[in-house]
């Protein structure tokens, strides 16, 4: 008796996408803050120290204000996942774990001086890179969101992507001063 893929299930498996970015996402924000200088610490929010110009300011207004801003990016890249066709939302889990793993790693070597804790965020990264394409229907395109479910035209799935690119757009490629 042959089984049929349960269209249910191959969008809930879609999820697992989301793994590997959200888990390096909230660890490179963790070792951000914690990379932070007593003098950071003490409330000299303007001695801040991130690559990121955009995080930069955040963490510049408070650390609050930074947790803040990375649990909007977890959102929005999270959101864009579901609405992308399965080989994007694979593209996108990717590209946001390579810029997390390289943000969390640069803070292990050059501030930690722990390049063997670097080694092993990247095993870790491996790691949860294949739990999720080992769970994730590798012959499916399906969205996370089923979008024939949804009262809206198709076009306007690619609206709200589009929309929900502007933000880390303006965050990660334009540059700022």
């Known amino acids: 008796m042959s089984q049929h893929p349960n269209p249910t299930r191959s969008h809930r498996d879609a999820a697992w996408l989301l793994l590997p970015p959200t888990a390096i996402c909230a660890l490179d924000i ?54 992308l066709p399965r080989f994007w939302a694979t593209f996108t889990s990717v590209a946001v774990v390579l810029g997390h793993m390289t943000g969390a790693t ?4 050059y501030r930690f001086g722990s390049y063997q804790s670097a080694n092993l965020l ?12 080992r769970r994730v229907d590798q012959h499916s395109n399906a969205a996370m969101i089923d979008w024939s479910r949804v009262p809206l035209p198709g076009w306007c799935r690619w609206v709200i992507i589009a929309i929900l690119f502007a933000l880390p757009a303006w965050w990660f490629f334009i540059p700022h001063s």
């Open 30 to 83: 963790a070792i951000t803050l914690y990379g932070q200088s007593d003098r950071y610490w003490g409330g000299d929010y303007a001695s801040v120290n991130e690559a990121s110009p955009s995080f930069g300011r955040y963490l510049a207004i408070h650390p609050i204000a930074f947790i803040a801003a990375g649990m909007l990016w977890i959102a929005i890249f999270s959101l864009i996942m579901a609405l």
């Open 106 to 109: 640069s803070w292990l070597v």
């Open 122 to 133: 990247f095993a870790l990264t491996a790691f949860l890179l294949v739990l999720a394409f």
